[in-house]
């Protein structure tokens, strides 16, 4: 029996058929399927035109109409539809100049990278899979469908994809895919930023992370990311340690900034066009990684991390000195025992500090509270308002 989530998006394939259209179930969930993998979502391919998808459907979006996908509301669900097609003409190594559609289901398999990719599975389970994707998948091969070079040539992405698929899925690259690989790995500089930073990214969440790494090193594929044409040797550094596969995605860009000892990371990180959220929380975890290789685990460091990037960064120090790394559980014991965890439970305020001293508000009111902050935070003066005032007193801070 298929898995419950093509169950219900068979109605969806039901309706385009009565309507005399054919309609499959395509690309990443039915190779998940074959690998037993968690199914997120299903692509649905057709015969039908998106104006004929539109007529079929009652709630329907143009997400994607100029490349023929519809998105379509069925019992509360979102589906996209995209009709059949292929694609020509690729002048500049990336999207194609032209999409046509087309009615039959092997043309659209046809313009698909890998094989694994390439199969069709109608709503009894019944699979179109002209490519021989089964055989690669249980050979655990990464295979082009028709000639690697021009595949790589049409659109150069599809190399970044082979690699993160090594690294999600535990694949090797089929011999000729891999000598086109490493020959025409500068096509690569042709791609936009976005593109390669969200491929990068799944590589470096995959599970098998590190022979990613190593094959985006052996191709020279990672000369044409963003800033790392010289870190050849860090890449690999990554690739030797132990625990690297406990670490996500998140934690692993930090160990490779951490190698990298990049001086400007901001500028760096800008240039992968990430969103400048990630980019201030990986500046902040690294420097907390830096502090807490050098002094470990103080409260004040703890307390300036934060409990979620305090055991990112900790996930981190794990691999470069397993023996010496706390446990999750001992850090979050470690971060619960601190007499305060954020600003809002300091038990005086700036308009207190104003009060007390009668002076104007100013740069001087921010310092004060940090270093009150630091001392709470430190246990060198309890959280109490009338003790912070007398300290405050006593040594001439206000
Ligand atoms: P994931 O599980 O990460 O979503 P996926 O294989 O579904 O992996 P998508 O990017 O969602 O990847 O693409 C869906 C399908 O579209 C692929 O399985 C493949 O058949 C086809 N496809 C995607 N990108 C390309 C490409 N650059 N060239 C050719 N076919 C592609
Ligand atoms: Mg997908």
């Known amino acids: 029996m298929l898995p419950s989530i093509f169950q219900q998006a068979v109605p969806v394939l039901r309706k385009l058929e009565e309507a005399d259209f054919e309609a499959y179930f395509v690309g990443g969930s039915v190779r998940d399927y074959f690998l037993g993998r968690t199914i997120n979502d299903v692509d649905i391919a057709t015969s039908a035109y998106p104006d004929e998808v539109k007529r079929i459907f009652q709630k329907t979006f143009d997400i994607g109409i100029d ?39 092997e043309g659209d398999l046809k313009r698909r990278d890998f094989t694994m990719n390439s199969m069709a599975m109608d709503g009894g389970g019944h699979v179109v899979d002209p490519f021989n ?98 870190f050849h040797a860090e890449l690999l550094k990554l690739t030797e340690l132990h625990q690297l596969d406990r670490l996500d995605q998140h934690q692993t860009w930090l160990l490779l900034l951490y190698y990298m000892g990049k001086e400007d990371l901001q500028g760096f990180l800008k240039r992968w066009r990430l969103p400048t959220k990630t980019i201030h ?65 300091l038990e005086v305020t700036g308009h207190d500090l104003m009060t007390w001293s009668a ?12 270093e009150i902050e630091m001392n709470i935070v430190n246990e060198t003066v309890p959280n109490d308002k009338e003790v912070i005032r007398r300290w405050l007193e006593t040594c001439s801070r206000l």
Not at 84 to 92: I, V
Not at 160 to 186: I, W, Y
Not at 312 to 335: H, I, R, T, W
Not at 359 to 369: A, D, M, N, S
């Open 359 to 370: 002076k104007q508000g100013g740069p001087w009111i921010k310092e004060r509270l940090a």
């Open 281 to 345: 929380s990986r500046s902040k975890e690294l420097a907390i990684l830096k502090e807490r290789k050098t002094t470990g685990w103080t409260k004040h460091l703890l307390y300036r991390a934060g409990l979620a990037a305090a055991l990112n960064v900790e996930a981190v120090y794990g691999c470069l000195d397993p023996s010496g790394s706390v446990s999750s559980e001992e850090l979050k014991k470690q971060f619960n025992q601190l007499v305060i965890t954020s600003r809002q439970q």
């Open 133 to 230: 994707g089964k055989e690669d998948i249980h050979n655990k091969l990464i295979r082009t469908v028709g000639s690697p070079a021009s595949r790589f040539s049409e659109d150069a992405l599809r190399m970044m994809r082979a690699v993160r698929f090594v690294s999600q899925l535990g694949f090797t690259v089929e011999h000729s895919t891999l000598d086109a690989l490493c020959e025409h790995s500068g096509l690569l500089e042709h791609i936009a930023v976005e593109r390669k930073t969200a491929e990068f990214e799944k590589i470096l969440g995959g599970k098998w992370k590190e022979e990613g790494l190593k094959l985006l090193v052996h191709t020279n594929l990672y000369r044409e990311l963003p800033g790392l044409s010289n």
């Open 67 to 105: 490349h023929g996908t519809v998105l379509v509301m069925e019992e509360g669900r979102e589906y996209e539809i995209t009709t059949f097609r292929t694609e020509s003409s690729y002048t500049d190594y990336r999207r194609p100049d032209k999409v046509e559609f087309i009615r039959s289901l």
